[in-house]
């Protein structure tokens, strides 16, 4: 049972464009989402989080968007760069996010000059 | 600040030995997280260790074993492996009292059974 999705394996956009990445989940308990970027041989690095007592949130060029209703989160970027081509994974958690992270499979973004 | 860093970053075993993995977490982080990460998937949570003691466990055979010592570093240890056992292993480290923080992780280690 796959409790956070991400249901476009991959994803391509031009420079200077706008990305958005989506992720559902079906667990109404989570209370705190997370995006993490994954280069190749290295491991996830934070991007942005969002609790689950809030709709939005931006750091810089990301903002991440909570819909609890729909249990749908999506993660935009502007402008994308060629340095954002990367696999983005979405994950959720309880407590705050001291306890497990569940992940979804990820999406790979690919940025085009 | 060295952040979490795994050792080591390349393994190759043989089905049915054992290995152990290792971490040390961020600086001021006194809880690790274990995951799985199969080729194409994303990273299954394997269990967590806060105090010395296993706080939560993923649906993960007893073959999967830890510890964690009192500087707060943690032991993966996988005994009988099978060559589904192949993965990236990543190591996460949050502070146990934290609310909305976020977990870093490391760079992992790539397992390769044969």
């Known amino acids: 049972d796959q409790q956070v999705k991400q249901n476009s394996p991959s994803l391509s956009v031009q420079e200077g464009r706008i990305s958005i990445l989506n992720c559902d989940y079906t667990?109404?308990?989570?209370?705190?989402f997370l995006w993490y970027k994954k280069y190749p041989a290295e491991g996830p690095t934070f991007l942005i989080s969002?609790?689950?007592?809030?709709d939005k949130n931006e750091d810089g060029r990301f903002t991440v968007f909570l819909n609890k209703s729909a249990k749908h989160l999506s993660l935009h970027i502007v402008p994308s760069q060629p340095g954002d081509s990367a696999v983005y994974f979405c994950?959720?958690?309880?407590?705050?996010?001291?306890?497990?992270?569940?992940f979804g499979k990820g999406t790979k973004l690919t940025v085009n000059p | 600040d060295a952040g979490v860093t795994q050792s080591p970053t390349h393994l190759i075993k043989t089905r049915g030995q054992q290995v152990t993995l290792r971490c040390s977490p961020k600086s001021g982080h006194d809880t690790v997280s274990w995951y799985q990460q199969a080729l194409g998937q994303g990273p299954q949570f394997i269990f967590q260790y806060y105090e010395e003691e296993e706080r939560q466990r993923g649906n993960f055979p007893d073959r999967f074993s830890g510890h964690q010592f009192p500087n707060y570093s943690s032991e993966l240890n996988v005994n009988a492996l099978l060559l589904g056992d192949s993965a990236l292993y990543l190591c996460?480290?949050?502070?146990?009292?934290?609310?909305?923080?976020?977990?870093?992780f490391g760079q992992g280690t790539r397992l390769t059974v044969v």
């Open positions: 667990n109404s308990m989570f209370d705190y």
């Open positions: 969002i609790s689950s007592i809030k």
């Open positions: 994950a959720a958690s309880f407590q705050g996010g001291s306890e497990k992270l569940v």
């Open positions: 996460a480290s949050t502070p146990r009292r934290g609310w909305n923080t976020e977990a870093f």
